[in-house]
Each structure stands twice: as C-alpha cells, then as structure tokens.
Nanobody
Framework: VQLQACGGGLVQVGDSLRLTCATSGRTNVMAWFREAPGKEREFVAGISWSGGAGSYGDSVRGRFTISRDNAKNTVYLQMNSLKPEDTAVYYC???????????????????WGQGTLVTVSS
C-alpha cells in the first residue's frame, strides 16, 4: 500500500487547513502523526476503517477532525484554530493488520506517506 499526503502550507494563527492522504488500496486503521524539529514523532489522530469519531492527541483534540472516504481510499485531517506549535511535518500512516485498534505509537504502523509541511506563522 502506498500513501501520499498533501495539503500542507504556510498559514496564519487561527487559520484552517485540510490535509489529504490518498492510498493505493484499502487500508484498515489510518492515522496522522507529526514531527516538529528536534521532537519525536507525535500521534495526532487516528480512525478505523468504519470511521466514527476517531481518536485524538491531547494537543489537538477539539481543533482537529479526522475523517475518511473509503470509496476514494482517502483520509482527511481538518485542522482548525491552528497555533504556532502545530508547525510540523505531518505524516499519514496505515496499519497492515485487520484491526480496529488505533495505535498511538508510530511503531504500530506499517505504511507511511512522504509527509507534508505545515507552518503556522504568528
């Protein structure tokens, strides 16, 4: 399975941005992670194949929304009320195993997109 993330860019504090991750085939649990300079890769949000509310990291809960369109093999990350601390390279990832468990560690994911840079300027 190949993943391709896009939608990053330079925005201002308080702006919104939507990231898109297109996959080459069916995936199970999907997630977004981010990596800021000098920091470890951080779980942002995850969603199972059936969709639903998703699961979120503490720093983005209430501002970000993950969703998916299985007919299009696409996962989205809607980011609202962006803050400078949201600046990072955002990666989409997928688990290979047929599970509904959303893993919060990057080690739990088998497939990764190339990353898209989000910069929030104050």
């Amino acid at each position: 399975v190949q993943l391709q993330a896009c939608g990053g860019g330079l925005v201002q504090v308080g702006d919104s941005l939507r990231l898109t991750c297109a996959t080459s085939g069916r995936t199970n649990v999907m997630a977004w992670f981010r990596e800021a300079p000098g920091k470890e890769r951080e779980f942002v949000a995850g969603i199972s194949w059936s969709g639903g509310a998703g699961s979120y990291g503490d720093s983005v809960r209430g501002r970000f929304t993950i969703s998916r369109d299985n007919a299009k093999n696409t996962v989205y990350l809607q980011m609202n009320s962006l803050k400078p601390e949201d600046t990072a390279v955002y990666y989409c990832a997928a688990r290979k195993v047929p599970t509904t468990v959303i893993h919060y560690s990057a080690r739990g994911y088998d497939y990764w997109g190339q990353g898209t840079l989000v910069t929030v300027s104050s």
